[in-house]
């Protein structure tokens, strides 16, 4: 397959919300590892075959489950367990913003978190989410999920 085929630049933005370490390979590098380096290429294959089972479970979620599961994935997929054993989103994310990663409106993510805010199953601040009945957000998405593979945190 041609470079042409595969698309030589294509433009790409990341935040790192975390302290991250990021490792750039020369094109050339790269080919020389996956040619000669069994490891590298092993790990390269893991790497892609999870890559696919989560966008899976992903096309999955956005063609068969409501909104309101959707968001409840999300949110769990963004949760990070504190020293307390809590599970925290922070920075928290704003509503657009995860509304852009479930496929939805604004105003449905801001309705269905005032929501879970008033039912106590989260705290919602403008630098942290925080999952107070864990328990309720993933006996909601089982539900949805016949017994698909569990989300982890």
Known sequence: MSDLALGDHRP?????????TVELLSKSNFSR???????FTTALVRNMSKRMVHLDQRLYEATAL?????????LLRLARRRGDGALTIAPSPTHQELAFRIGSQREAVSKELARLSRDGV???SRSSIVMLQEQQIR??????????AELSA
């Open 12 to 20: 790409a933005f990341a935040q790192a919300v975390a302290d991250t």
């Open 33 to 39: 590892l996956a040619e000669h380096s069994v490891a």
């Open 66 to 74: 409501p909104m309101r599961v959707r968001l409840h994935a999300e």
């Open 139 to 148: 006996d909601e998405i089982a539900d949805w999920m016949d017994g698909a």
């Open 122 to 124: 989260l705290r919602c």
